[in-house]
């Protein structure tokens, strides 16, 4: 079965700096890898996803994501962040094109103003 | 176009009860997926429903069900509730189950 992990579980930043945010997962066999956002008070958003191609992918809001086979991770970036994006992070893996999500653990961004 | 709707959005219910929530997907949806989001154990899958059959089963007990209806809409049921049921209850659905999820609001179960 896969695992997803994600490293960081809290990270404080002001604004401006950048970020980048760890999620690596153990499968051997095709995965579908996805970031989902939860804003406080809100539900679960798609940031961006990996199905294939070009391994470094733009989403939402500034973000993008980088898919290395080799290391089996997917990194959330982010060049300059703002107190909005202060929220939880999710790294999700869907593997050999299946039906379900596996999640990590997620990760608190604070953003400090 | 309207997202996942789940309801009620709010549950208290008391250890032994039984509860069912509800899910109405994304129009045109026809994989329904259902989450438990808690502090200690994060996001963990339940079950996943295609076409009114159930695909994908995560590891909790018996007690936990789900059906999906020929509208796609879904429920989920708790039975013989305990005090660890006490969740955040997701809702998720995509065309097809495999090309990304869309998430509701969820429904937050209290059992005392």
């Known amino acids: 079965a896969q695992s997803v992990s994600q490293h960081n579980h809290h990270v404080i930043l002001s604004e401006a700096a950048s970020l980048e945010l760890g999620c690596n997962y153990s499968?051997?066999?095709?995965?579908?890898l996805f970031w989902y956002v939860q804003y406080p008070g809100q539900h679960l958003q798609l940031l961006l996803k990996?199905?294939?191609?070009?391994?470094l992918v733009k989403g939402i809001k500034g973000f993008e994501a980088e898919f290395i086979k080799s290391k089996f991770s997917f990194n959330l970036r982010k060049p300059s962040v703002q107190w909005s994006d202060t929220a939880e992070y999710f790294c999700?893996?869907?593997?050999?094109?299946?039906?379900?999500?596996?999640f990590g653990g997620g990760t608190r961004l604070m953003v400090k103003p | 176009k309207a997202g996942v709707t789940q309801t009620p959005r709010y549950l208290i219910k008391t250890r032994g009860q039984q509860v069912t929530l509800s899910c109405s997907p994304i129009?045109?949806?026809?994989?329904v997926s259902w989450y438990q989001q808690t502090p200690g154990q994060g996001l963990q899958f339940l079950f996943e429903?295609?076409?009114?059959?159930?695909?994908n089963k995560g590891n909790f007990p018996g007690r936990f069900s789900g059906r999906q209806f020929s509208n796609s809409r879904s429920e989920m049921n708790v039975s013989t509730l305990e005090l660890g049921d006490s969740a955040l209850y997701l809702c998720?659905?995509?065309?097809?189950?495999?090309?990304?999820?869309?998430f509701g609001s969820g429904t937050r179960l209290t059992v005392v």
């Open positions: 998720a659905s995509s065309p097809t189950g495999t090309v990304g999820y869309t």
């Open positions: 499968y051997g066999g095709t995965v579908n």
């Open positions: 990996y199905f294939s191609g070009d391994p």
């Open positions: 999700a893996v869907n593997a050999d094109a299946g039906n379900m999500l596996t």
């Open positions: 129009s045109g949806h026809r994989s």
């Open positions: 429903y295609f076409s009114e059959t159930q695909r």
